[in-house]
């Protein structure tokens, strides 16, 4: 697991930081590994391929940060990245896998309440992938919405949004 996240910090080379993300991606399902790669700090490194401007890198590190965020402590970690994740599903093309991915991550961190504020502003935006996107679009957002209905201090911005 190290040699990967050194070799994803040390190459620029969008095919080899795919491959060491999915790898990362797949070791995270094992709790285990989950926290040897916090503690080596993979979290952040993983967090720093979000600005790549490759759509499959940006994929690949939400893909892997979705697997690291079953663990309380990684989410701790992983929630400032929830903002910028927020602006990628914004701004990915409807319905592509990088929206999905993005998606997903945030299904999983809206479980607890703990992180529901920071994504009051992409309320409309998911309102909007409802009624826009593909039924696997809109069953992810579904979910992500079910996560923050079960928040009361969540019910006057989910009324409120403009649609």
């Given amino acids: 697991l190290q040699k990967l996240i050194h070799l994803l910090q040390a190459t620029d080379d969008p095919l080899i930081q795919e491959q060491a993300l999915i790898t990362l991606s797949n070791s995270a399902a094992f709790s285990v590994n989950q926290d040897i790669i916090r503690n080596l700090d993979g979290l952040s490194i993983i967090g720093e391929m979000l600005s790549d401007c490759v759509p499959k890198v940006k994929e690949k590190a939400l893909n892997a940060l979705n697997n690291l965020s079953m663990n309380i ?70 979910k992500v919405l079910v996560n923050l209905s079960a928040n009361p201090a969540m ?9």
């Fill in 73 to 142: 402590k990684n989410q701790e970690e992983i929630q400032v990245y929830i903002t910028q994740v927020c602006r990628d599903i914004e701004s990915a093309p409807l319905n592509s896998d990088l929206q999905l991915a993005g998606l997903r991550l945030l299904t999983n961190m809206s479980v607890t309440s703990d992180y529901h504020h920071k994504m009051i502003n992409s309320i409309p935006c998911f309102l909007r992938l409802l009624s826009e996107g593909t039924e696997r679009t809109q069953i992810q957002v579904l």
């Fill in 155 to 163: 019910t006057r911005y989910l009324l409120r949004a403009q649609v």
